[in-house]
């Protein structure tokens, strides 16, 4: 893409934007790892970029971010495509990770790119995630995505629709899925990942995370990675043991309304 002298400069204002944002949330997660006494190297920011352009994720790799999370094959897609395009070191440096409910018909689409799915909840994407990652000639590192379930006193009747878009695996479904990611040539498993449920005290919400990761890893002991913590809710995550942080909007802004 060309650019003409007034898309530069929108360029650098948005360029600058992002490290303007970028710079709060590495003081929030460096406040949140020495009020836990943790080293803030052992954790890694993914910037959730869906909503955003690949104009962005060029911004972010040239800020130092090497992670990106997207949430829908549709839109990840034609954007990793235009990255490769504008800006092609950007595109082999950073890793991309897939934190959306993926639905099994896009699991070949999503092994062509994805370094990392973080949201797999079923056997059945299981073995299409397997199947599209050996034919990609790729390996893909994926964490089991867990379903926290809903805060006591919630209202059951209304967030059923709400339940089930967040998806994930209920806790007893852990062991179980872990054996079949750990049994799939192609597939490499990695750890545990979790939304804090709505309405919920994500303390309570990830250290219950926390205590089925440690679970975990005494039959997976390389799982290291704890996939928790948003930008309403990162400082609850390291103060529970988060290795990776998924942070779109204290990053990149809310979500355009034009699109
Ligand atoms: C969008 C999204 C995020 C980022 O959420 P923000 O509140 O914008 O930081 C993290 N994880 C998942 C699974 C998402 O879909």
Do not use: W
């Amino acid at each position: 893409m060309a650019y003409d002298g007034h898309d530069a400069q929108e360029g650098e204002g948005r360029r600058a934007d992002l490290a303007t944002h970028l710079n709060a949330v590495r003081h929030r997660m460096a406040a949140a790892c020495a009020a836990a006494g943790r080293d803030a190297a052992g954790i890694t920011l993914v910037a959730v970029t869906k909503f955003f352009p690949a104009e962005d994720l060029a911004h972010l790799y040239a800020l130092g971010v090497a992670d990106v999370g997207e949430s829908r094959d549709q839109d990840a897609a034609p954007k990793l495509a235009a990255l490769a395009d504008l800006d092609p070191v950007a595109r082999r440096g950073l890793r991309v990770h897939f934190v959306g409910q993926l639905q099994t018909n896009k699991a070949a689409s999503v092994a062509r790119y994805a370094d990392v799915v973080q949201s797999v909840d079923r056997a059945r994407l299981v073995d299409a995630l397997a199947k599209g990652a050996r034919r990609a000639d790729r390996r893909i590192d994926v964490l089991i995505q867990v379903d926290l379930g809903d805060p006591v006193g919630t209202d059951l009747a209304a967030p059923a629709a709400e339940h089930a878009a967040r998806g994930g695996v209920a806790p007893e479904g852990v062991a179980g899925l872990a054996e079949r990611v750990s049994a799939a040539q192609g597939l490499t498993l990695a750890g545990l990942m979790a939304v804090a449920p709505l309405g919920a005290d994500p303390g309570a919400a990830f250290k219950r995370l926390h205590d089925l990761h440690e679970r975990l890893l005494i039959e997976h002991p390389a799982a290291t990675v704890l996939s928790a913590g948003m930008s309403e809710d990162l400082e609850a995550a390291v103060a529970h043991g988060a290795t990776h942080l998924r942070v779109g909007t204290a990053i990149l802004g809310s979500r355009p309304s034009a699109r």
